[in-house]
């Protein structure tokens, strides 16, 4: 079965840090671009980072700039998102997506994997 399974969410007081992972089962990342994605309660999806096929080329949305680094391990089929000084903004629910192309950095909304997603509370 051909999946991405999330994990590392939990609760965590403001300012503090949590790293995701995103794994994929049933095939290899290293041909995909991959991104995170978040949904916050009542709000639209919303993409935060993204990192092209090799690691080489990486994306954030302004509200997490100089907070989370996004990386991936090809060999170990992983993708990470550290998330430092977190915010209570930023609490959702976090999504892995993927999309097979060495042309893009970012999948889109319309991505052809996503992952059950993990829940990340900011919260004292």
């Known amino acids: 079965q051909l999946r991405l399974v999330e994990s590392g969410g939990g609760l965590v007081q403001p300012g503090g840090s949590l790293r995701l992972s995103c794994a994929a089962s049933?095939?290899?990342?290293?041909?995909?671009?991959i991104g995170w994605f978040r949904q916050a309660p009542g709000k639209e999806r919303e993409a935060v980072s993204c990192?092209?096929?090799?690691?080489?080329?990486?994306n954030y949305a302004d509200s997490v700039k100089g907070r989370f680094t996004i990386s991936r391990n090809n060999a170990k089929n992983m993708v990470y998102l550290q998330m430092s000084t977190l915010k209570p903004e930023d609490t959702a629910v976090y999504y892995c997506?993927?999309?097979?192309?060495?042309?893009?950095?970012?999948?889109?909304?319309?991505?052809?994997?996503w992952g059950q997603g993990t829940r990340v509370t900011v919260s004292s």
């Open positions: 990192i092209n096929y090799s690691g080489g080329i990486t």
């Open positions: 049933g095939f290899t990342l290293d041909h995909y671009a």
């Open positions: 997506a993927a999309d097979r192309s060495e042309y893009i950095t970012c999948p889109s909304l319309f991505a052809r994997f």
